[in-house]
Antibody, heavy 118, light 108 residues
């Protein structure tokens, strides 16, 4: 069965960086993209970006351009999302999701809480 | 960027009743519209894609309709496990997808 398992919760200071991992199993990793979505406490879902696991092409939300980098390691079927220059408003649960070729997200990871606090 | 607007923000419904949720796009997204359900402390779950196609394992009481800029998610007879927050998402405007702000379905 398709599973996406994310790394554990992180606490970071403002200005630091965080790197969240998302290990996929149960399907051919390079046949799908991976989306990243975040959710601030009590708020809605925010699309952060997408990476093709086939060729590494990326697209990022305009507001995160320059601070976010998404990568994959096809040898371990793992996707990564790194966010730099963290601010308090980056505190959120970060989700990875498998993006179906149609563009929607059909399987989701369990989420990773990133807390930014001094 | 395409803005997705959901209404109402909160919907109070009694178990067994019908719930109708709306999602409006600021410009046409064709039928490239998905609906997700999220319960507290859980990841979102895909319910509907292509505006009207139920995802694998989704009960028939969930149905989606619409195209262009106006979309509807209908839950025909609410069960206790359906009380949750529902989000619409457009995936037409490559390469940037956007979500609506969500509709919370609560017990009346």
């Amino acid at each position: 069965q398709v599973q996406l398992v994310q790394s554990g919760a992180e606490v970071k200071k403002p200005g630091a960086s965080v790197k969240v991992s998302c290990k996929a199993s149960g399907y051919t990793f390079t046949s799908y993209g991976i989306s990243w979505v975040r959710q601030a406490p009590g708020q809605g879902l925010e699309w952060m970006g997408w990476i093709s696991a086939y060729n590494g092409n990326t697209n990022y939300a305009q507001k995160l351009q320059g601070r976010v980098t998404m990568t994959t390691d096809t040898s371990t079927s793992t996707a990564y999302m790194e966010l730099r220059s963290l601010r308090s408003d980056d505190t959120a649960v970060y989700y990875c999701a498998r993006e179906h070729e149609g563009g929607f997200d059909d399987y989701w990871g369990q989420g990773t809480l990133v807390t930014v606090s001094s | 960027e395409i803005v997705m607007t959901q209404s109402p923000a909160t919907l109070s419904v009694s178990p067994g009743e019908r719930a109708t949720l709306s999602c409006r796009a600021s410009q046409s997204v064709s039928s490239n519209l998905a609906w997700y359900q999220q319960k507290p402390g859980q990841a979102p779950r895909l319910l509907i894609y292509g505006a009207s196609t139920r995802a694998t394992g989704i009960p028939a009481r969930f149905s989606g309709s619409g195209s262009g800029t106006e979309f509807t998610l209908t839950i025909s007879s609410l069960q206790s496990e359906d009380f949750a927050v529902y989000y619409c998402q457009q995936y037409n405007n490559w390469p940037r997808w956007t979500f609506g702000q969500g509709t919370k379905v609560e017990i009346k």
